[in-house]
């Protein structure tokens, strides 16, 4: 069954506080990426991940860092999480074909 | 600046009513472009992909268009149900490969109602 997790599904957390996403995929899919969905935008992209370690920042990095030590597993750090880091953050997967990008159900993180 | 313009931004249409979603961008160069339907709260789920210069896909009752040359696409809903209440989201790459960028609209939000 191909899908993407998220875990966890809803936080929040404290500003000044450090905040972990995490994203795991079982399709051994070479690409992953992190973005974050605002009222009124579109997807930004935080950060794409090639492969294990070879990962290469975004349209809006500031703030954020990620790890991808394994293939099907990518984490979205926050060090000191902001307000404005008050979003939903999507995990995504992607094969090299345009058939096989696949999504995960988000996180909605709130910092207080 | 916004490389993917969706219209409109909001639809109510009654259920049983067709409806017509579009999407103009400038991406360059346009791989494939993705439609994805997003319940409230919910993740992205892929309804159709587009490939060809000039492409028309089929996938129950959505149906879609996309016209390279004119750099625009557009979502056909027919017969429309109360579960097809939702934001749809146009996406294009620039790249065939795992290495292309996706840009994305941000979304029609379409609400049926009975």
């Known amino acids: 069954d191909m899908k993407v997790t998220q875990m966890p599904r809803y936080l929040i957390k404290r500003m000044g506080e450090n905040v972990l996403l995490e994203c795991g995929q079982d399709m051994s899919h070479e690409t992953m990426y992190w973005y974050r969905q605002d009222p009124g935008l579109g997807l930004q992209l935080i950060y794409i991940?090639?492969?294990?370690?070879?990962?290469s920042e975004g349209d809006i990095p500031k703030g954020y860092r990620v790890s991808r030590k394994k293939r099907e597993h990518f984490s979205l750090i926050l060090d000191s999480a902001k307000t404005n880091q008050t979003s939903v953050y999507f995990c995504?997967?992607?094969?090299?074909?345009?058939?096989?990008?696949?999504f995960g159900h988000g996180t909605k993180l709130s910092v207080l | 600046k916004t490389q993917v313009e969706q219209s409109p931004q909001s639809l109510v249409v009654r259920q049983g009513e067709n409806c017509v979603l579009q999407?103009?961008?400038?991406?360059?160069?346009?791989?494939?472009l993705r439609w994805f339907k997003q319940d409230t709260g919910k993740g992205l789920v892929s309804l159709t992909v587009?490939?060809?210069?000039?492409d028309k896909t089929s996938n129950g009752r959505y149906s879609a268009t996309l016209d390279k040359d004119a750099k625009h696409s557009t979502l056909h809903i027919t017969a429309t149900l109360l579960d097809d209440t939702a934001t749809y989201i146009c996406?294009?790459?620039?790249?065939?490969?795992?290495?292309?960028?996706?840009?994305f609209g941000a979304g029609t939000q379409l609400i049926v109602i009975p």
């Open positions: 995504a997967s992607r094969d090299r074909g345009p058939e096989r990008l696949f």
């Open positions: 587009l490939v060809d210069q000039k």
């Open positions: 999407c103009n961008y400038s991406v360059t160069p346009d791989n494939h």
């Open positions: 996406v294009v790459a620039d790249r065939g490969s795992a290495l292309g960028r996706l840009h």
């Open positions: 991940s090639y492969d294990v370690d070879s990962n």
